[in-house]
């Protein structure tokens, strides 16, 4: 396993984590559960996740994307939208991506300031965005209302609706 940067805490994934990887992203779970889940942008998200496996990417998330995964899909589970083995296999193919989780000496001041400036009422979403600042990367996101209400003040956001399907 690599070794972290002072401050960091890892678990799972694989890949280099030193500023001069390749290529290093931050996804938050609404990305990760299309990766499962036949949603909108599932296809896209899917042919994103393919070219950054095939280019060594570094996929990484804050601790916070396990409990999250977890709480929709047992929802779903719960709505009755997926049969329990169905959100039980779909928890286990995320496991399965290698997301890297990481945790960042500071990373709770990081997302706390980032809910103060764009307004947001809870620091969840700024958890994932806070990620991708200290690590200086770019930060993948499936959720649109994020996409909104930070647009155009971060450019490291990147929104999967706004990308073409391959072959369109």
């Not at 890297?100 to 997302?111: C, M, P, S």
């Not at 200290?134 to 490291?156: I, Y």
């Amino acid at each position: 396993m690599p070794s972290a940067r002072p401050g960091m805490l890892l678990a799972g994934g694989s890949g280099a984590m030193d500023k001069e990887a390749a290529s290093l992203v931050v996804v938050d779970a609404s990305f990760a559960l299309k990766l499962v889940l036949p949603e909108d942008y599932s296809e896209r998200v899917q042919q994103v996740w393919e070219s950054w496996v095939k280019k060594g990417t570094d996929i990484s998330a804050p601790y916070l994307l396990t409990y999250e995964v977890v709480s929709v899909l047992r929802n779903k589970v719960f709505r009755g939208e997926l049969s329990s083995e169905e959100g039980e296999a779909a928890l286990l193919a995320i496991n399965a991506q290698g997301i890297r989780l990481l945790h960042t000496e500071g990373l709770e001041q990081v997302a706390w300031d980032l809910a103060k400036e764009f307004n947001r009422p809870a620091a969840y979403d700024t958890s994932y965005l806070a990620l991708a600042q200290v690590l200086e990367c770019e930060f993948w996101t499936a959720d649109a209302k994020l996409k909104n209400a930070v647009r155009g003040n971060l450019h490291h956001l990147r929104w999967v609706g706004e990308l073409p399907l391959s072959g369109s």
